[in-house]
Structure formats: C-alpha cells, structure tokens
C-alpha cells in the first residue's frame, strides 16, 4: 500500500470510532521512522480531548487496525492525539472553543493571500472575526482563510 492508501484506510477505520465517541478527525500523519511506519490520528473534540479519551481511541483503533490490516506484517507505531498549538485549525467548529485566543491568519485577500494576527473574538455562522492590536474588526468567511495557527503570548 503506498502511504496515501494507508491514510485513507486509517481515516475509513478511525472515522466511526470517533464518532462514537463524540470526537472528530482532524488530520492523519504516517511517516516512516527508524525502520517503522508511524501513525498519527490527530482528533479532537468540541470542549477538548483528554488524555484518557486519547488512550480509549487509542486500544479502539489499535483493534481495528489489526483486522483491516493495512501494515501487512510491518511494524508501526499508533499515536493518538490532540492537535496541539502547533498545527493550524482545519474545521469551522475548532474556532468557538479557540474565543479570546491570539492567532496568526493566512487568508484571501482581495488582491492575493493576506495575513492578519489578531484575537479571536466571535464565530457567527461561518464569519469568523478577529480584533487586530489596532482595535481593527476584521470578519472572514470561514472558506477565504487558508491557515491559522494561534500565536503563543511569548
């Protein structure tokens, strides 16, 4: 299988387990590392994933996998995880838990990408707005922004 194939059949696999379990899929990783393949589910939920709930989906997936199989008899590695404040938000409903938090935006702009890095202070339907350190307003249809990453206050 080649490694987009594996993405995919991790996704198709952790996917319904997720759900169950009241959280989302956000993003999968595999990389080869020191002669094994990694897997990272990166998954979270509305008010935050925890560390338990990560180790349950964790044994949950690990089961499944066994039976889909898609490692053959390769060794891999499974990590479960939060995204962390390293990697940007992907989904509209990963902003309202993110309210009052500094972010780094990358968006489409008028006249090309353009970056603005602002508080977070409102998502209304899919308008996302962030207040500037000029006092600025500035609200953004979900669907131009292209990354936001949040700026840690250090």
């Known amino acids: 299988m080649t490694i987009q194939q594996i993405k995919q059949k991790i996704q198709e696999t952790a996917l319904p387990i997720l759900e169950r379990r009241g959280a989302f899929l956000l993003d999968v990783s595999v990389r080869f590392e020191r002669g094994t393949r990694v897997v990272q589910v990166f998954a979270d939920t509305d008010r935050g994933i925890t560390v338990d709930e990560c180790a349950d989906i964790s044994r949950e997936l690990s089961r499944e996998i066994a039976t889909a199989s898609p490692f053959g008899a390769s060794p891999y590695q ?8 390293d990697r940007p938000l992907r989904l509209l409903r990963q902003y309202q838990k993110n309210v009052g938090r500094r972010f780094r935006v990358k968006f489409a702009g008028a006249n090309g990408p353009a970056q603005l890095t602002g508080t977070l202070v409102s998502v209304v339907d899919d308008q996302i707005t962030f207040q500037e350190e000029n006092g600025e307003a500035i609200s953004l249809p979900f669907d131009q922004i292209l990354e936001s990453k949040e700026e840690l206050p250090w």
């Open 78 to 85: 499974l990590e479960i995880s939060s995204p962390g404040i």
